[in-house]
């Protein structure tokens, strides 16, 4: 049995066992960096895979708050340290209800690939809490990010660990957990990224991810010759940062971005998603979606409990490019069969994970340009990094310089994979390319640093 089949299997009787978003993303990665495992035993002489796949530390800790009732709430709270090897941790905070430690090891992991294909010097790392933001007053969201801080602190540091943001943790989240940092240690450093710009936060990270998207989709049709974006139709799932983001950047490019989603249902509206509407019923209003047709009569509203059977909504609505933005498994076997029966050309994850392993082979099988998340939405991090950079030079970069940064970072990314996936016989496989590209240089470093 080689070193990939032994770690999976091993895997299976450890504590994550094999139904899990963590086996699962182990196990795409694995199989998929066979070429480089089989054609160079460095790899298999130091252990890579299997140091790979444990992380450094996971820490779990009890968040105690109190309600606007004065009733005490608990939380867990959550940072898994997965690997250094190319520099300090690095990786978002989640908080809603379904988070625990083994979701935050798939989302770890894959952090530790998307930070080395950036090229940018940080390791991976993810954390969070099974904390719903959703309805509670900020108050109360205050009270629980002082007291999530309380405890994570004595783990991160800017040379350390860095956290930022991910589903639940916008800019309120961050700006609450900073300043509890802030006044635990006295010292205004760079320890999360994701701030809001008057503080320290870099301009365009609230955009990165989204626009990050977007780019990365324009550059791989143009290496594959493919129709641009312009004037095409897109469909979009989400109605958060990464969606709100990819959904702006669709319009500014000419495309037509029809549709968005939340957990309650998809809004389809064929004139093109109004992107202004959209970021003051999610942003500031923090409302349903359903609201959308208070302006736009014309658009359709459809409800998660009268989708059809084993599918999304919005992947049901003909589309020359796809981009799922909502959150992991979002995009299964018979939406991938909607989506091709309709002619999609290119399907770009801007979620996690978003499309599930049967669904992704579908698309792959009948020739749509798959671009993985993993390189697809690495934006947010890559602008993370230049926060990073920004605090500790005390400086302040424009907008422009940060958006011209970022469209390098991500065409750089697009031709790694591109190239990666040739050399070592995968061509247009682009999650093989991704998987290979990122993990060859976090365990180049790991072999170099020793055991
Ligand atoms: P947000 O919290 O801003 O938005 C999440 C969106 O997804 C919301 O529209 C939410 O709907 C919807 N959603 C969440 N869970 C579910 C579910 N179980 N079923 C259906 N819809 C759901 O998160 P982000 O936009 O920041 O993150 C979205 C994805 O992108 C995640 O996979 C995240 O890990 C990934 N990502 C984010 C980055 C970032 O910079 N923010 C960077 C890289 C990746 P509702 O409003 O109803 O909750």
Same mark, same amino acid.
């Given at each position: 049995?080689?070193?990939? =089949? ?5 895997? +299976? ?7 899990? !978003? ?15 495992? %089989? ?18 530390? =996971? ?42 430690? $083994? ?25 969070? *809490? ?5 309805? /509670? ?35 309120? %989240?961050?700006? @609450?957990?900073?300043?509890?940092? +802030? ?23 609230? %955009? ?6 977007? @780019?990365?989709?324009?550059?791989? &049709? ?28 669709? +319009? ?17 509206? /064929?004139?093109?998603?109004?992107? #202004? ?10 409302? *349903?979606?359903?609201?959308?047709? %208070? ?5 359709? @509203?459809?409800?998660?409990?009268? @989708? ?18 909502? !959150?992991?498994? #979002? ?24 499309? !599930? ?5 579908? &698309? ?9 998340? /993993?390189?697809?939405?690495? $934006? ?12 500790? *030079? ?16 991500? +065409? ?7 190239? !990666? ?31």
């Amino acid at each position: 049995m080689n070193m990939i =089949q032994d770690t999976l299997e091993h895997l +299976k009787f450890s504590n994550c066992g094999t139904d899990g !978003t963590f086996f699962q993303a182990v196990k795409e990665v694995l199989e998929s960096i066979s070429p480089l495992i %089989e054609s160079d035993k460095k790899y298999q002489e130091h252990s890579i895979i299997k140091r790979l796949v444990v992380p450094d530390r =996971q820490i779990q800790f009890k968040v105690s708050w109190l309600d606007d009732n004065n009733q005490i709430q608990v939380n867990n709270g959550y940072r898994v340290q997965f690997n250094n090897a190319l520099g300090p941790y690095k990786g978002g905070l989640r908080f809603h209800p379904s988070v625990n430690s $083994g979701i935050l090891k798939f989302l770890g992991f894959e952090q530790i690939l998307k930070n080395s294909l950036t090229g940018l010097p940080m390791g991976g790392a993810k954390g969070g *809490s099974d904390f719903d933001p959703k309805g /509670k007053s900020d108050t109360e969201v205050m009270k629980f990010c002082r007291s999530f801080m309380m405890e994570l602190h004595k783990y991160i540091g800017s040379r350390i660990d860095v956290p930022a943001g991910d589903i639940g943790v916008g800019a309120r %989240e961050i700006g @609450y957990l900073y300043g509890t940092y +802030k006044q635990i240690t006295s010292s205004y450093d760079g320890v999360l990224t994701g701030k809001p710009f008057f503080f320290g936060g870099s301009l365009m990270r609230p %955009e990165a991810t989204g626009y990050g998207v977007v @780019y990365f989709a324009k550059e791989m &049709l143009e290496l594959e010759h493919k129709k641009s974006l312009a004037g095409q139709i897109c469909t979009v799932s989400g109605s958060g940062n990464v969606a709100i983001y990819t959904i702006e950047k669709l +319009k500014h490019l000419g495309a037509i971005p029809v549709t968005c989603s939340d957990s309650k249902g998809y809004i389809y509206d /064929k004139r093109g998603v109004d992107v #202004e509407l959209l970021k003051e019923i999610k942003f500031e209003k923090r409302l *349903s979606l359903e609201v959308y047709l %208070e302006t736009y009569k014309s658009a359709v @509203y459809v409800k998660v409990e009268d @989708y059809e059977e084993d599918t999304h909504g919005v992947w049901s609505i003909p589309c020359y490019a796809a981009f799922p933005c909502a !959150t992991q498994n #979002e995009l299964t076997l018979n939406d991938a069969k909607n989506l091709v029966a309709n002619g999609v050309e290119i399907v770009t994850e801007g979620a996690n994970m978003p499309t !599930t392993p049967e669904a992704t082979l579908i &698309l792959q099988k009948e020739g749509v340009l798959f671009a993985p998340a /993993k390189a697809a939405n690495a $934006g947010g991090v890559a602008v993370s990094s230049f926060e990073m950079s920004q605090n500790a *030079s005390m400086q302040r970069w424009s907008f422009e310089k940060v958006d011209l940064k970022l469209q390098e970072t991500m +065409k750089q990314i697009s031709k790694k994979i591109v190239l !990666t996936a040739k050399d070592y016989g995968v061509e247009r496989n682009y999650v093989h390319g991704a998987n290979i590209a990122g993990f060859k240089k976090v365990a180049d470093a790991m072999i170099a640093e020793g055991i």
